[in-house]
């Protein structure tokens, strides 16, 4: 197999890498490289196998951490020596004056083949030194890698500022006895969040504004800045950074709904307020929380603004949905999170923070200001005036990395979802694992709403007539047709006869575990998957060949899936039984699995 190096060369990117650090606007997406070696990284104790890539964009090369999700590329001999990869997702840091590179996702291109060295590419130089010093305007967000703590950009001592000293700001009012009857002070406080500027449009004009909140030792207040202010001081703002602000500046009732600060007060910036940063960054308490566990949420009420703590488990896609009140498109995002009680939670997150969302997947991350929804059990949004912090140098993150190295990687985590039996269908829930004597102890699918769970289990036998339907060729359309004459398939639906239908699975299989066995329904995609073929290509095979479909049937069984499953009751001939389907299948993945038993064993204490 393989093609030309000349077409392999034409494929590469040549020097991505230096647009992906540089972020130039020009730059590929999905930048295709070269990978040119492959070194495994000696586990932690109790922790997954890591992998150290070397790319190559044929002008530069870099060394990658590869994310243990991808581990089955390598396991698999996909992503060999030599051959071409597209970066679909990846993370680039400057951490220091160190160029790093995670790779989350890539998709090797086979076609390509393999080939020697592609081109004469060099090391990625690292940045000369006063480049590196920029302050990073997402620190906020890229705060850590792997457990270090980011340095904090240098606090140069700014030209205009260089005279102030602190003397100039002598008489410094804690947060806590700023009123609207203080006319005379300055605060010391440290910009703990920053918000997207939002613009408005109503009848009476337009405008813009941006809050943030700050933090001092005695408390915490929100500033919004209007108009002119925003202009003025947006930029000015940083997350994590120490600010001087001195009066006049206009101090109103908090509007609580747009806020979780411990403040009856907040602050309109005015034309004459002084904001300046602080030289010395010092001095002034880091965010402040108050964590709640995950498996206690259970216990929250709704609407509650709570603090929390755990490791990214997952990080979803970014995608865009209409604002229902400004009709205007905005980013989201899933995120679930893991921590030491054994439960999983989804977080949404939005806006800029969705849109620049880059910390690596297995960071502990400390979200301030989340807000607790009732969605499916119990789900979390960051709110406007929230912020995120990546590895945090806190005790409790500590212990969560420590834990999570140490087992919490391949535990399985209870979703709150799942404890209520309130699941709403779609997104990316964490389906606990089951096994089938606790899918029916349990009573899933027996309440009003469905329950979703997954389980490992082997095929026990397929049923073999009625494996598949005919169904309507129109896009979209998965209807059942009708043979009404020969090579006349008519679908009620779209009003159409197509010469032909298409077939798809819809199979009724036992599977087995070592407590018990189930019956599910598996529809075509499944269907597809467990047969190796479509169901067009077994029904042809049948009107052939009966004895030929019977071994292909056999030779599904008595394989391993983990399935995931939904359960609910059907009301059947006036009876109602649960019934249980499949939503999707993945095979095995032995290593992974193995380790989850090592685990499991380790538990019992057996020396
Ligand atoms: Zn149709």
Same mark, same amino acid.
């Given at each position: 197999m393989g093609s030309s190096v000349a077409s392999a060369l034409a494929r590469v990117d040549a020097g991505s890498l230096a647009d992906i650090f540089d972020d130039r606007p020009n730059r590929v997406q999905h930048p295709v490289m070269q990978? $040119?070696?492959?070194?495994?990284?000696?586990?932690?104790? /109790?922790?997954? !196998?890591?992998?150290?890539?070397?790319?190559?964009?044929?002008?530069?090369?870099?060394?990658?951490?590869?994310?243990?999700?991808?581990?089955?590329?390598?396991?698999?001999?996909?992503?060999?020596?030599?051959?071409?990869?597209?970066?679909?997702?990846?993370?680039?840091?400057?951490?220091?004056?160190?160029?790093?590179?995670? $790779?989350?996702?890539?998709?090797?291109?086979?076609?390509? /083949?393999?080939? !020697?060295?592609?081109?004469?590419?060099?090391?990625?130089?690292t940045k000369p030194e006063e480049e590196d010093q920029k302050p990073n305007p997402s620190a906020a967000t890229s705060q850590g890698f792997y457990g270090n703590k980011q340095e904090q950009p240098k606090s140069r001592a700014m030209p205009t500022h260089a005279k102030q000293s602190s003397s100039a700001h002598a008489n410094i009012y804690p947060i806590e006895a700023i009123s609207p009857y203080s006319n005379k002070w300055t605060i010391k406080a440290r910009c703990t969040s920053k918000s997207d500027i939002k613009t408005w449009h109503n009848r009476n004009g337009e405008g813009k504004l941006f809050s943030v909140n700050l933090l001092d030792e005695s408390s915490e207040i929100r500033a919004t800045g209007f108009n002119e202010q925003c202009d003025l001081l947006y930029d000015l703002f940083q997350e994590n950074s120490v600010y001087y602000i001195t009066s006049p500046c206009r101090v109103t009732f908090a509007k609580k709904q747009f806020s979780n600060l411990p403040n009856d007060y907040e602050l309109h910036f005015e034309k004459d307020t002084k904001v300046e940063k602080a030289e010395e960054q010092d001095g002034v308490p880091q965010v402040r929380y108050n964590f709640t566990t995950i498996a206690d949420l259970q216990s929250v009420e709704k609407d509650t603004t709570i603090d929390i703590i755990g490791v990214l488990k997952d990080i979803g896609e970014t995608s865009q949905i209409i604002s229902k009140t400004t009709s205007k498109p905005y980013d989201k995002r899933e995120l679930t999170l893991v921590d030491n009680t054994g439960y999983s939670v989804r977080l949404t997150i939005w806006g800029k923070t969705a849109a620049s969302f880059d910390v690596p997947p297995e960071s502990v991350v400390a979200f301030k200001g989340v807000k607790v929804s009732d969605f499916g059990g119990r789900s979390l949004s960051l709110l406007s005036s929230g912020s995120v912090s990546a590895n945090p140098d806190m005790t409790e993150a500590h212990k969560l990395k420590g834990w999570y190295e140490d087992q919490g990687k391949s535990n399985n985590f209870a979703t709150h979802a799942n404890v209520q039996g309130t699941v709403s269908a779609g997104g990316s829930r964490r389906d606990p694992f089951k096994t089938i004597s606790q899918i029916k102890e349990e009573q899933l699918g027996m309440s009003e709403t469905p329950d979703f769970f997954s389980v490992k289990a082997s095929i026990q036998y397929i049923k073999q007539d009625n494996f598949c339907y005919p169904a309507c060729l129109s896009e979209g359309c998965n209807k059942k047709v009708v043979e009404i004459d020969p090579g006349q398939w008519r679908c009620e639906k779209c009003d159409k006869t197509h010469p032909k239908p298409e077939y798809r699975y819809i199979m009724s299989v036992n599977i087995s575990d070592h407590t018990g066995q189930l019956w599910v329904s598996c529809f075509d995609e499944t269907g597809r998957q467990i047969i190796g073929m479509t169901a067009d290509e077994l029904m042809e095979i049948k009107e052939v060949d009966e004895k030929k479909l019977a071994e292909i049937i056999s030779d599904s069984i008595c394989k391993t899936w983990n399935w995931k499953c939904k359960a609910k009751l059907d009301n059947f001939q006036e009876q109602q039984r649960v019934r249980y389907q499949i939503t999707s299948a993945s095979p095995m993945n032995y290593v992974a699995e193995s380790q989850k038993l090592i685990d499991l064993i380790k538990q019992y204490n057996i020396d």
């Open positions: 990978c $040119v070696q492959i070194k495994p990284i000696a586990p932690q104790p /109790g922790g997954q !196998e890591r992998h150290r890539v070397i790319f190559s964009d044929t002008k530069n090369y870099i060394q990658t951490m590869l994310a243990v999700a991808q581990n089955h590329l390598v396991e698999e001999k996909i992503l060999r020596r030599g051959v071409l990869v597209q970066l679909l997702g990846y993370n680039a840091n400057n951490y220091k004056a160190k160029r790093i590179l995670i $790779v989350t996702e890539i998709k090797v291109l086979e076609e390509y /083949g393999e080939h !020697e060295k592609l081109g004469e590419p060099k090391p990625f130089e």
